[in-house]
């Protein structure tokens, strides 16, 4: 299973109402680090279906959600849980590290 995409279109559904916690990956094409953590992202996803949502944002082609998060430098991930941000991740990080970050989402 890997990571579904989210638009400026689809973001309030996908992500302000879902149930449960969901990590968008703010990411773009032309980015190394991002394509370096996707795989990463997917497997996560994979992994714990029932415990977090992981949606994939393109910064390039969402500019507004990129610029009302504050996304400065990606990749960033944020989590969020009915509708607000609980956690910020920023930059390319292992797989341990990333599911240290988190820890309190995939218990």
């Given at each position: ?50 415990k ?5 944002l ?9 610029m ?18 609980k956690?910020?991740?920023?930059g390319?990080k292992?797989k ?12």
């Open positions: 299973m890997t990571a579904k995409a989210t638009t400026s279109a689809t973001f309030e559904q996908d992500v302000l109402q879902a149930d449960g916690p969901v990590l968008v990956d703010f990411w773009a094409e032309w980015c190394g680090p991002c394509r370096m953590v996707s795989p990463v992202l997917d497997e996560i996803a994979a992994e714990n279906p029932d977090i949502t992981v949606l994939k393109n910064v390039d082609e969402n500019p507004d959600l990129a009302k998060y504050q996304i400065t430098s990606i990749p960033a991930m944020k989590v969020f849980d009915k509708g607000e941000v956690t910020s991740i920023i390319a292992p341990f590290a990333l599911e240290q970050d988190l820890a309190d989402y995939l218990k």
